[in-house]
């Protein structure tokens, strides 16, 4: 974990892992790009503006968001296309800015790496995969058998496989429920109990040993969008979503913001060669009326 206690160390362990993040020499392509869209009639802070470029890579871009939102809109989502290589190509909906809005926070980032052991396409086969105790449906599920790290919480009634990739520098890490349910594979009841700590524990080396094991991984590609402002809000985030009480004053001086809307988008493909994902977030914030 980062063990952070002031700001300070908040801006400058980002500004180290961001960093370490984009480096070039990786055996792994891994971007993390960060970009201020803010409307041009607008004045921030010259101290805001230094600090988010310094510490977080995210230059302003100024946009018209009075008179043409739209295009505003269409030009946050071609800078995020692009550095999600094409795979994130409308973070923001139509109407989600408008006349009011003065600064978009985006956040993109791409991750794409090959297997250090590859699966074989040969080896994979129509499969019929558990949805729960009663369905099952028919997927193209790889397979390999090899050594990897693999262990077993008896606790919990979950095995944990890790898979590596390419210069094993990152690992996927899967979960594996034993339990199944009426209505569900077991995921759900992991998922309620799933806490970073416990992640740590249960891929912690003294867990896991090096052993041969048959693997049999569907390939998969999934695209999710959600509205993060009720679970930014049921984590205690509230008073910024609220136009009487959220104080942004630290990017323009004035008290006249506040948060109208946080989305986010995600993208994962896992096959033979490897895993290709992105995920883009964008922060609206708008003028208090």
């Known amino acids: 974990t980062l063990h952070l206690d002031k700001v300070e160390d908040v801006h400058s362990r980002f500004q180290a892992l961001t960093t370490d993040i984009n480096r070039s020499n990786a055996p792994y392509l891994?971007?993390?790009?960060?970009?201020?869209?803010?409307?041009?009639?607008?004045?921030?802070?010259?101290?805001?503006?230094?600090?988010?470029?310094?510490?977080?890579?995210?230059?302003?871009?100024?946009?018209?968001?009075?008179?043409?939102?739209?295009?505003?809109?269409?030009?946050?989502?071609?800078?995020?296309?692009?550095?999600?290589?094409?795979?994130?190509?409308?973070?923001?909906?139509?109407?989600?800015?408008?006349?009011?809005?003065?600064?978009?926070?985006?956040?993109?980032?791409?991750?794409?790496?090959?297997?250090?052991?590859?699966?074989?396409?040969?080896?994979?086969?129509?499969?019929?995969?558990?949805?729960?105790?009663?369905?099952?449906?028919?997927?193209?599920?790889m397979y390999q058998k090899k050594k990897f790290n693999f262990g077993y919480i008896p606790e919990e009634k979950i095995r944990v496989l890790e898979l590596p990739y390419d210069g094993r520098e990152l690992s996927m890490i899967i979960l594996l429920p034993d339990d199944t349910e009426e209505d569900s594979t077991g995921l759900q009841k992991m998922e309620r109990q799933l806490t970073l700590e416990k992640l740590q524990e249960w891929t912690h080396p003294e867990h896991l040993y090096s052993t041969d094991v048959h693997v049999h991984l569907p390939k998969f590609k999934l695209e999710e969008s959600?509205?993060?402002?009720?679970?930014?809000?049921?984590?205690?985030?509230?008073?910024?979503?609220?136009?009487?009480?959220?104080?942004?004053?630290?990017?323009?001086?004035?008290?006249?913001?506040?948060?109208?809307?946080?989305?986010?988008?995600?993208?994962v493909e896992v096959n033979e060669e490897g895993t290709e994902a992105a995920a883009a977030t964008a922060g609206i914030a708008m003028l208090c009326m």
Not at 39 to 47: G, I, N, R, V
Not at 93 to 102: L, P
Not at 230 to 238: F, I, T
Not at 240 to 265: I, N, Q, T, Y
């Open 30 to 141: 891994l971007r993390l790009a960060s970009r201020l869209f803010g409307e041009k009639s607008y004045s921030f802070l010259p101290d805001f503006l230094t600090n988010t470029r310094k510490l977080y890579g995210a230059d302003l871009a100024t946009v018209d968001f009075l008179q043409a939102c739209e295009k505003a809109r269409e030009e946050i989502n071609q800078w995020v296309e692009e550095k999600t290589e094409g795979k994130i190509p409308d973070l923001l909906s139509e109407g989600s800015v408008d006349s009011m809005t003065k600064l978009v926070l985006v956040n993109a980032i791409y991750f794409k790496a090959n297997w250090a052991e590859k699966f074989q396409e040969a080896d994979t086969i129509d499969a019929q995969f558990r949805l729960n105790k009663n369905e099952r449906r028919t997927v193209k599920m």
């Open 226 to 267: 959600y509205d993060l402002k009720s679970d930014l809000a049921a984590m205690g985030l509230l008073d910024v979503f609220d136009s009487g009480k959220a104080d942004l004053s630290g990017m323009s001086g004035a008290r006249d913001l506040f948060l109208s809307e946080v989305v986010h988008k995600a993208f």
